[in-house]
C-alpha cells in the first residue's frame, strides 16, 4: 500500500507510532524513507551464511514486518531459530502473516515484546535494524550489553541507524541529500515537514563514533561502519 499518511494537514502531529495505519504501509514507507535499505537487508542474508553458527539462535530485534528474520531464515544453517522480537502488536500481527505465507527452510518466530526487558537465549546473529534509534537513550547501553552477552564467540551484530554528525556542514549536506532521496521518491514538503514533526520527540540519532565507542564499552571486540548512505548506515561487531 501506498504511504500517505502524512499527506493532509494535520492540525496537530502527534508523536510516531508504528500502529496498524503505520504496518498498512511500512514496506513502502521505508523504501522511499531510508536509502539503501534494500541493500542492507540484502546484506543481512549474507552476513548469515557467513557468520551464523547451526544450533543457534538468529535475532531479529525490533523486527517490524520480518524482513531480516526472513532473509536469516532463507540463509541459515541446519539447528537455528530465527526469533524476531517487536514491541508493535500491530507490526507483530502483520509479520506473522507474511512469514506463514512464505516456505522458509529454516523456522522463524515472531515474539511481541519489549527488546530491552527480553532474555536472549545464546544466539551466532543478531540483527537490529534501524531500531536502537527509537530506544531511548539511556537504556541503549545495557541493551548492547545484553545482546554481547548472549552472542557466542565469533557472533556477530549487525546494527543499523540513521546518524548524526559533529561537523555542521557534513551535517547540513547529508541531511539535505535525504531530503533530496525523500522528494525524488514523491514524498511533498508538507508530507516530509509533517512527519519531522511526528519522529522529533521519538527517534534520538547519534553519531557513528558515539556509537563504535558504545560497542566497545559493551564488550564487542571488532567494529566497523560497513555500509553507508547519506545520514544512514550500519555498523558490524564482531565478539571473539
Known amino acids: 500500500m501506498h504511504d500517505n499518511i502524512f499527506a493532509t494537514r494535520k492540525e496537530h502531529v502527534g508523536d510516531f507510532v508504528f500502529d496498524e495505519t503505520v504496518a498498512g504501509v511500512?514496506?513502502?514507507?521505508?523504501?522511499?524513507?531510508?536509502?539503501?535499505?534494500?541493500?542492507?537487508?540484502?546484506?543481512v542474508g549474507m552476513m548469515t551464511r557467513r557468520f551464523a553458527r547451526e544450533n543457534t539462535c538468529l535475532y531479529d530485534l525490533g523486527?517490524?514486518?520480518?524482513?531480516?528474520?526472513?532473509e536469516m531464515a532463507a540463509n541459515a544453517p541446519r539447528g537455528c531459530r530465527v526469533i524476531g522480537i517487536d514491541c508493535s502488536e500491530a507490526m507483530v500481527k502483520r509479520s506473522r502473516e507474511i512469514i506463514a505465507s512464505q516456505s522458509l527452510k529454516t523456522p522463524a518466530e515472531?515474539?511481541?515484546?519489549?527488546?530491552?526487558?527480553c532474555e536472549l537465549e545464546?544466539?551466532?546473529?543478531?540483527?537490529?535494524?534501524?531500531?536502537?534509534?527509537?530506544i531511548p537513550p539511556e537504556d541503549r547501553g545495557?541493551?548492547?550489553?545484553?545482546?554481547?552477552?548472549?552472542l557466542i564467540p565469533g557472533g556477530v551484530l549487525i546494527l543499523s541507524e540513521k546518524f548524526s554528525f559533529e561537523d555542521p556542514?557534513?551535517?547540513a549536506a547529508l541531511t539535505g541529500l535525504h531530503l533530496d532521496f525523500k522528494k525524488a521518491n514523491g514524498y511533498s514538503d508538507l508530507e516530509i515537514s509533517q512527519k519531522r514533526a511526528a519522529l522529533e520527540n521519538v527517534m534520538i540519532t547519534?553519531?557513528?563514533?558515539?556509537?563504535?565507542?558504545?560497542?566497545?564499552?559493551?564488550?564487542?571486540?571488532?567494529?566497523g561502519l560497513w555500509y553507508q548512505c547519506f545520514n544512514f548506515g550500519s555498523i558490524i561487531a564482531v565478539k571473539d
Open 169 to 171: 556542514a557534513v551535517m
Open 110 to 117: 515472531i515474539i511481541l515484546g519489549d527488546i530491552t526487558a
Open 63 to 70: 523486527s517490524s514486518l520480518g524482513a531480516c528474520a526472513l
Open 142 to 150: 545495557a541493551l548492547l550489553e545484553k545482546i554481547a552477552r548472549a
Open 122 to 134: 545464546p544466539c551466532s546473529v543478531t540483527v537490529m535494524n534501524f531500531v536502537l534509534q527509537f
Open 26 to 43: 511500512f514496506p513502502d514507507m521505508i523504501r522511499r524513507s531510508v536509502p539503501g535499505y534494500p541493500s542492507i537487508v540484502s546484506a
Open 206 to 223: 547519534e553519531t557513528p563514533e558515539k556509537r563504535l565507542g558504545d560497542l566497545k564499552a559493551a564488550g564487542f571486540s571488532h567494529t
